[in-house]
C-alpha cells in the first residue's frame, strides 16, 4: 500500500482502507446568528428592578405544607405566611413579595422543589401595582 499525500487525503471518501480507518477533517464551525435565548432573558432581567413572586392554589399541597414553605424559603412570619397561604386558597392566587431577580428566582425555584405552583412577574418598583398587579389584594414585601 503506498502513502497518500494530504490532497489525496482531503479528496479521498471517508472509508476503511486495508483494515486502516481514513480520518476526516473536522467540519467547519457554522456560525449562527439567531438571537441566545439567556441573552434575552438577561435583557429582560435589566428592564425591570422588582419582581414579582405568586403562589397558586393547586388542590394538592396542604395549607400546612404552603405556610411552613413560605417560612422557610423566604424567612416570612408564620402569621404573615398564613395570611398569604389563606389568600391563595380563598382567591386562587397570592404575591409573596417583591424582590430582585436572583432573590425571587431563588424563591421561585425552591417553591417548584417544594411542589407548590409559583410565577415571578416584573414589576417596576417593589409594591408597584402597575406592571404587574395581579389585583391579589395581598401586601408586597
Request: net charge negative.
Given at each position: 500500500?503506498?502513502?497518500?499525500?494530504?490532497?489525496?487525503?482531503?479528496?479521498?471518501?471517508?472509508?476503511?482502507?486495508?483494515?486502516?480507518?481514513?480520518v476526516m477533517?473536522?467540519?467547519?464551525?457554522?456560525?449562527?446568528?439567531?438571537?441566545?435565548?439567556?441573552?434575552?432573558?438577561?435583557?429582560?432581567?435589566?428592564?425591570?428592578?422588582?419582581?414579582?413572586?405568586?403562589?397558586f392554589n393547586?388542590?394538592?399541597?396542604?395549607?400546612?405544607?404552603?405556610?411552613?414553605?413560605?417560612?422557610?424559603?423566604?424567612?416570612?412570619?408564620?402569621?404573615?405566611?398564613?395570611?398569604?397561604?389563606?389568600?391563595?386558597?380563598?382567591?386562587?392566587?397570592?404575591?409573596?413579595?417583591?424582590?430582585?431577580?436572583?432573590?425571587?428566582?431563588?424563591?421561585?425555584?425552591?417553591?417548584?422543589?417544594?411542589?407548590?405552583?409559583?410565577?415571578?412577574?416584573?414589576?417596576?418598583?417593589?409594591?408597584?401595582?402597575?406592571?404587574?398587579?395581579?389585583?391579589?389584594?395581598?401586601?408586597?414585601?
Amino acid at each position: 500500500m503506498t502513502a497518500m499525500s494530504a490532497e489525496e487525503r482531503e479528496e479521498a471518501p471517508a472509508r476503511k482502507r486495508g483494515g486502516r480507518t481514513a480520518v476526516m477533517d473536522r467540519p467547519e464551525e457554522v456560525r449562527n446568528e439567531e438571537v441566545d435565548e439567556d441573552d434575552e432573558e438577561d435583557d429582560e432581567e435589566e428592564k425591570y428592578d422588582y419582581w414579582r413572586v405568586r403562589i397558586f392554589n393547586d388542590g394538592v399541597n396542604t395549607r400546612e405544607h404552603v405556610a411552613r414553605s413560605l417560612v422557610q424559603i423566604t424567612g416570612m412570619a408564620e402569621e404573615k405566611a398564613y395570611e398569604t397561604m389563606m389568600h391563595a386558597h380563598q382567591h386562587g392566587v397570592a404575591t409573596v413579595g417583591d424582590y430582585e431577580y436572583e432573590t425571587a428566582e431563588v424563591y421561585h425555584f425552591q417553591f417548584g422543589h417544594n411542589g407548590i405552583n409559583s410565577d415571578l412577574k416584573p414589576v417596576r418598583e417593589a409594591g408597584d401595582g402597575e406592571d404587574g398587579e395581579d389585583g391579589d389584594g395581598s401586601e408586597s414585601g
